[in-house]
C-alpha cells in the first residue's frame, strides 16, 4: 500500500468511523500531506511497510531546522503516530515506526489574554452604523460572553440561539453539544444585528431565509474563519491596542476574566467545551500570573 492511499484510507476513517469534525479532519489531512511530500522530495513515493523511524525522526528534524514550534512538531509527531496505530488494527501493518520516536519537549506557554479595557475598546470598534459594524460588534460580544472556538462561532445557526432564553446550543468538537449562557450584553447585540442588519446583507440573495447561518455576508454564506480574523486585526489597529491580537485570545481572555472573578474551574471547562479538565487548567496560571505582573509594574516597591 502507498503512503497516500494509507492516508486516505485513514482519514476517511476519522471522519466516517470516529464522526471527528471536518476542520479537525482538514487539519491532520494537512499534516500527513506535509510528511508524504517529505518523503517523495527525499527518496520517492514510498510504501507504508518500508517507512522507518529514520523516516519519521528526519522529518521531524526538518520541521525543526525550520524553526517550527515544539508544540507544532510534537503535534505532527502525534498526528503520524495515530495513522500507524489505525494502519496496524485495520490494515495489517506489522510494525509502527513511530513507536520509538519522542515528542521534543516543551515548556508550558501560558495563554494570551487582553485586560477589560481592550476588550471593551475591541469590540466597541465596529462602526454600528454600519450592517457589517452590527454584524462584526455582535460577533466579537458572543464570543467573549460564551468563549466559543472561532470555528464554532462562524458556524453558528440562527435557530441555535435563543434569545429569549439568554443561551446558545454549540456544536463542537466531535460533535458535542453544550448549552452555554449568553448574557444580557450579547443578547442585546445579537438581536440588534439580526432586527438591522442580517436581513440588509442578505438582501441580494433572497433575503433573511436564504442562509441558515446566524453571521452571514453579502455574499449570503457564513462569515468565514478567515475573514473574521482580518476584521478583528483591523479593529485592533483602529482601538490602538498596541498586541497580535486574534479570534482565539477572546476565547482565552473569557475563561481568564472568570476564573479571576472566581467561576469554578468545572463551570468554565463545561462552557469551553474541554473534554479533559488539564487543558482548561492552564488558565488559572493565567489567573495567577496577571495580578503578580501588575504588582510588579504599578507597585513602587514591587
Not at 129 to 149: C, F, K, N, Q
Not at 184 to 197: K, L
Amino acid at each position: 500500500m502507498t503512503l497516500d492511499q494509507a492516508i486516505d484510507d485513514y482519514l476517511l476513517h476519522l471522519k466516517i468511523e470516529r464522526n471527528l469534525a471536518e476542520n479537525t479532519v482538514t487539519s491532520y489531512g494537512t499534516d500527513l500531506a506535509q510528511f508524504a511530500r517529505y518523503c517523495e522530495e527525499h527518496e520517492g513515493p514510498k510504501a507504508v511497510e518500508s517507512i522507518d523511524d529514520g523516516d519519521i525522526s528526519a522529518f521531524l528534524l526538518s520541521l525543526s531546522k525550520r524553526d517550527i514550534s515544539p508544540r507544532t512538531i510534537s503535534r505532527k509527531l502525534s498526528t503520524l503516530k495515530g495513522l500507524f496505530k489505525f494502519l496496524r488494527r485495520h490494515q495489517g501493518l506489522q510494525k509502527d515506526p513511530t513507536a520509538r520516536v519522542d515528542a521534543p519537549r516543551f515548556g508550558t506557554r501560558l495563554p494570551v489574554v487582553i485586560g477589560l479595557d481592550e476588550v471593551e475598546a475591541l469590540i466597541s470598534a465596529p462602526d454600528r452604523s454600519s450592517p457589517e459594524g452590527l454584524r462584526d460588534h455582535a460577533m466579537m460580544e458572543v464570543m467573549y460572553a460564551t468563549g466559543l472556538r472561532v470555528s464554532e462561532l462562524v458556524t453558528l445557526l440562527q435557530r441555535e440561539v435563543d434569545l429569549a432564553a439568554g443561551y446558545v446550543r454549540v456544536v463542537g468538537k466531535g460533535d458535542k453539544q453544550r448549552l452555554v449562557p449568553l448574557g444580557e450584553v450579547a443578547v442585546d447585540a445579537v438581536e440588534e444585528y439580526v432586527e438591522q442588519a442580517r436581513g440588509v446583507l442578505l438582501a441580494n440573495c433572497g433575503g433573511p431565509g436564504a442562509s441558515p447561518a446566524l453571521f452571514v455576508t453579502r455574499r449570503g454564506g457564513a462569515m468565514t474563519r478567515q475573514a473574521f480574523w482580518k476584521n478583528i486585526k483591523r479593529y485592533a489597529l483602529e482601538a490602538g491596542i498596541d498586541k497580535s491580537i486574534s479570534p482565539h485570545k477572546l476565547r482565552h481572555s473569557f475563561a481568564t476574566h472568570l476564573l479571576e472573578r472566581g467561576a469554578d474551574l468545572r463551570i468554565v471547562q463545561a462552557l469551553l467545551g474541554h473534554a479533559d479538565i488539564n487543558t482548561t487548567q492552564i488558565y488559572t496560571h493565567v489567573a495567577r500570573e496577571r495580578p503578580k505582573k501588575l504588582h510588579q509594574v504599578h507597585h513602587p516597591r514591587a
